[in-house]
């Protein structure tokens, strides 16, 4: 019995920082893409991840991806 | 007034896709902009339910106005 892990779907998640709150600290807003393949590498979508941070009008503060899978028990 | 880029590609079975960017930079270029597109049919990254992304058609910007009545 083996469990297969078996993705789903992916999406390229760019975290910029609006501004600030009234009490100081960082606010961060999530721009989100979907139909990321999973198989993509993580150098492609990191290398898309700042180009699209570039055309933005606030400063990126992280790329990253999330990957939904699913486990099969095979 | 909120702004959204809009960036139009054509997949693999001719069909448009558009890929959406809020809050873009205010003086966006096309140049800048075909450079990320170009970057982004390179490197192959995204897919379409009806194929992957081979050409970049346009992009736009769009502008969105909400007035609240008082």
């Known amino acids: 019995m083996a469990i297969v892990k078996v993705p789903q779907s992916s999406r390229l998640i760019v975290t910029v920082q609006t501004g600030l709150s009234a009490t100081g600290s960082a606010v961060f807003r999530q721009r989100s893409f979907n139909n990321l393949k999973p198989d993509s590498a993580d150098s492609d979508v990191h290398a898309v991840g700042v180009a699209l941070g570039g055309l933005q009008l606030y400063p990126v503060e992280e790329i990253g991806r999330i990957d939904d899978t699913q486990l099969i028990d095979q | ?70």
């Open chain 2, 1 to 70: 007034m909120t702004k959204t880029l809009e960036m139009v590609f054509r997949n693999a079975s001719g069909k448009k896709v558009t890929l959406s960017l809020a809050d873009p930079k205010e003086d966006l270029t096309k140049a800048q902009v075909d450079v990320v597109m170009q970057e982004i049919i390179s490197r192959n990254i995204f897919t379409s339910k009806t194929g992957e992304l081979t050409q970049s058609v346009e992009a736009r910007i769009r502008t969105r106005d909400a007035i609240a009545l008082v």
